[in-house]
């Protein structure tokens, strides 16, 4: 399978707790997004990385959220001191882009995250 | 406003019935059109991607483009149940897509 990865598919953590969800992209894309999708809502921006940089992060993305792209391959967002209001699913996609051009984004299965 | 509108739904419609989905948008910097189909519990798959005005086809689905409207649809004609999911249109700026909140469809056999 040559899709965008995302490991765990589902986690159920206790509030406070830290976790971390790992996305696998497409091979030859450089590109790398999360966002994060609530019931009823479309997918919302988080963060993305231009090979290892990370290059926008939204608003959304708190300081309790960290992302990382080591190497420009694979990458983590982790979440420390889990809230409630995180329970979401966190979706990883990925594209191939070049400077002033997009293409076309490819989306993983999602981590399904519920914080108790 | 937000920037992108989509009429939630749901939208029930029989097997073999012409579909059409709409979005509006207000800004507009967006250069690249998008629609995804979701199904339940699974991540967003890409089924159409434009960047002008104009129609695009492939198979089933047309998707059109009106930037002087600031309007976007997809049209889904030969509908089978198998299309049943949500829908999502996405338009792209600065590299990060916003999304539309889905129209959920339901196909009837």
């Known amino acids: 399978d040559t899709g965008v990865s995302q490991d765990p598919r589902h986690k159920i953590t206790k509030r406070g707790q830290n976790v971390t969800f790992r996305c696998d992209p497409i091979?030859?894309?450089?590109?790398l997004y999360w966002y994060r999708q609530t019931l009823g809502q479309g997918p919302e921006f988080l963060t993305y990385f231009q090979n290892e940089a990370q290059l926008e992060k939204s608003r959304l993305l708190s300081d309790r959220f960290s992302a990382e792209r080591p190497k420009g391959s694979f990458s983590t967002l982790e979440i420390q001191r889990t809230e409630q209001g995180d329970s979401a699913m966190y979706l990883c996609a990925s594209s191939f882009g070049r400077e002033r051009v997009t293409y076309e984004q490819y989306f993983g299965p999602g981590t399904r995250l519920t914080v108790t | 406003q937000k920037e992108v509108e989509q009429d939630p739904g749901p939208l029930s419609v029989p097997e073999g019935a012409i579909v059409s989905l709409n979005c509006t948008y207000s800004n507009s910097a967006f250069q690249y059109f998008m629609w995804y189909r979701q199904y339940s519990r699974k991540g967003p798959e890409l089924l159409m991607y434009?960047?002008?005005?104009g129609n695009k086809e492939d198979g089933r689905f047309t998707a059109q483009v009106d930037k002087s409207s600031k309007y976007i649809s997809l049209f889904i004609r030969d509908s089978q149940p198998s299309d049943s999911a949500t829908y999502l249109c996405?338009?792209?700026?600065?590299?990060?897509?916003?999304f539309g909140k889905g129209t959920k469809l339901t196909v009837n056999p």
């Open positions: 434009t960047y002008s005005s």
């Open positions: 996405a338009m792209c700026r600065s590299e990060k897509l916003v």
């Open positions: 091979s030859e894309h450089n590109r």
